[in-house]
């Protein structure tokens, strides 16, 4: 009897170990083949729309007129949205991924642990007052003031001009003064309302950096959205002129309210929509927010200001360069790996769950390129498709898809000004690293790595380079920022505002 007990037990055993092997495969297959559907349906969408015998007369026409400059591409030719989630939703599911999350939530904690000890022996007492996060974040109501300013000015003033506009294009006489009178008014709400009037904000009000990133990030993303919403719909207007009447193309006012807080910035009438929302899981991705905001302040407490707080007062020389790079190498990386998760997973996720957005592919596998091309492309997929649509195709359009190398440096340079706009004004000087880095290094490495490079060497070059450049970044940049504190100029010229305090404030300390 005992050995027949020991072999059912065994028996038993086995069965839960099959059982648990068959649930370890089917979640790999699942994961494996919704990765490899996904990956098909975003190179079908991008491929060329081709010309077939078995089209009707009417598409024939449409692509032939489209093919030939005379108008441009419809919305449904563009971006396609489906049903999916995002890849780290999907990779968290296997219990080897989900311990690297494990592994930098125990950093987090030692940091907050090493803080801690190091103040109670500094100070004698354990001192917790944020001081860092509270001045970042500082003037607070006023940022909220002019986010709603800004909103409230996105959502009826470009609804009411193209609702003007398309209400009585087919009747105008002159539709192409209508068309240059009204899209001279949109741009002059983009430049004085959303770019103008935020800008002078922060800089009036001395807003300080965490809260100006704030303004002139949302700053951006209004004004992408705006332009994604006329484009669309006055390509679909323009698209349909032989209809009697435009009043058939406006779209629906809760649509374009809907999308100015849909986590994507391509205009649809409607998106694919979850059936229900999980406020379990939208309380998890705040959470996780607000955990890399934390994680984010004992890098800087910890890593960054004992570094970089009397640097501009020690001899400049290449050696003290050198040795800033390397050093500012490790937070660097991990404060680009907390703006990723925290902003491009969570904050997006959050805001997709909320209001039932089902395409959640914000990002795809950046981490595995093997070139700078495929890590421009799968980063930020966000904002990839809004200048591909509306930077790299309209400028092909534009000249008739010749220059394709020109319509790549141009978005290039959209990028790299932006990005570098919005760094001058939240930090408040101009000192274009990343511009620089962004022309000059990153478009050569866009030519030099680009898909045809396969392999895993590829990929350590990649992270190399990646690595190498955040530690430029943090380095010049803190050197930077402290140079303007410890040598203000008391009445600077125009010239004094463009070069860098730090190339000078050592030779005065």
């Given at each position: 009897?005992?050995?027949?007990?020991?072999?059912?037990?065994?028996?038993?055993?086995?069965?839960?170990?099959?059982?648990?092997?068959?649930?370890?495969?089917?979640?790999?297959?699942?994961?494996?083949?919704?990765?490899?559907?996904?990956n098909l349906i975003d190179e079908s969408t991008t491929l060329d729309?081709?010309?077939?015998?078995?089209?009707?007369?009417?598409?024939?026409?449409?692509q032939t007129a489209v093919a030939h400059g005379l108008t441009r591409a419809p919305p449904e030719k563009g971006k396609h949205f489906i049903s999916r989630r995002s890849l780290l939703d999907e990779l968290f599911q296997v219990n080897h991924i989900r311990t690297i999350y494990h592994m930098f939530i125990a950093l987090l904690i030692l940091f907050i642990v090493s803080t801690l000890v190091m103040d109670f022996i500094d100070e004698g007492r354990l001192v917790l007052d944020f001081d860092l996060l509270v001045y970042a974040f500082g003037r607070f109501p006023i940022v909220i003031s002019t986010w709603l300013c800004m909103f409230l000015s996105t959502l009826l003033i470009p609804y009411g001009l193209f609702l003007q506009w398309a209400s009585g294009y087919q009747a105008s006489k002159h539709k192409v003064l209508r068309i240059v009178s009204f899209g001279a008014l949109f741009l002059i709400f983009q430049m004085v309302g959303l770019w103008a009037a935020p800008v002078y904000t922060v800089i009036h009000f001395c807003l300080p950096p965490a809260s100006r990133f704030i303004v002139i990030l949302e700053q951006v993303r209004l004004m992408m959205k705006a332009h994604s919403f006329i484009r669309e719909n006055v390509s679909?207007?323009?698209?349909?002129?032989?209809?009697?009447?435009?009043?058939?193309?406006i779209p629906q006012f809760s649509h374009y309210l809907y999308f100015l807080f849909a986590p994507t910035l391509i205009y649809r009438d409607s998106y694919p929509r979850n059936p229900t929302i999980r406020w379990s899981y939208v309380a998890t991705k705040f959470a996780q927010v607000l955990?890399?905001?934390?994680?984010?302040?004992?890098?800087?407490?910890?890593?960054?200001?004992?570094?970089?707080?009397?640097?501009?007062?020690?001899?400049?020389?290449?050696?003290?360069?050198v040795l800033c790079i390397f050093n500012s190498i490790l937070p660097g990386v991990l404060v680009l790996f907390l703006a990723f998760f925290a902003f491009l997973h969570c904050w997006l996720n959050a805001f997709a769950e909320m209001l039932q957005f089902a395409d959640r592919m914000f990002y795809k596998d950046?981490?595995?390129?093997?070139?700078?091309a495929n890590y421009y492309r799968t980063w930020n997929v966000v904002v990839h498709d809004w200048l591909y649509y509306y930077a790299y195709k309209d400028f092909l359009?534009?000249?008739?898809?010749?220059?394709?190398?020109?319509?790549?440096l141009s978005v290039f340079t959209v990028s790299a000004v932006v990005h570098e706009y919005v760094l001058a004004i939240c930090f408040g000087f101009f000192y274009p690293v990343l511009f620089c880095l962004f022309m000059c290094f990153g478009m050569a490495f866009n030519f030099v790595l680009h898909d045809r490079r396969k392999g895993p060497v590829w990929n350590v070059i990649m992270w190399t380079s990646l690595f190498l450049g955040q530690g430029m970044l943090v380095c010049l940049y803190s050197q930077e920022w402290y140079a303007q504190q410890h040598c203000p100029l008391t009445n600077p010229s125009f010239l004094d505002l463009l070069k860098p305090r730090s190339w000078t404030c050592r030779l005065h300390s």
């Open positions: 009897r005992i050995d027949a007990e020991h072999v059912i037990s065994k028996k038993m055993q086995l069965k839960q170990k099959a059982e648990q092997m068959k649930t370890d495969l089917l979640k790999q297959f699942d994961f494996q083949f919704n990765h490899f559907v996904d729309s081709t010309f077939s015998p078995s089209l009707s007369a009417s598409v024939t026409k449409e679909r207007v323009l698209s349909n002129k032989e209809k009697n009447s435009g009043i058939q193309q955990g890399c905001l934390f994680y984010a302040y004992y890098i800087f407490v910890r890593l960054c200001i004992p570094l970089f707080r009397n640097i501009s007062r020690e001899p400049f020389s290449l050696k003290v360069l950046w981490w595995n390129s093997t070139s700078f359009w534009l000249f008739t898809h010749r220059f394709r190398a020109a319509a790549m």
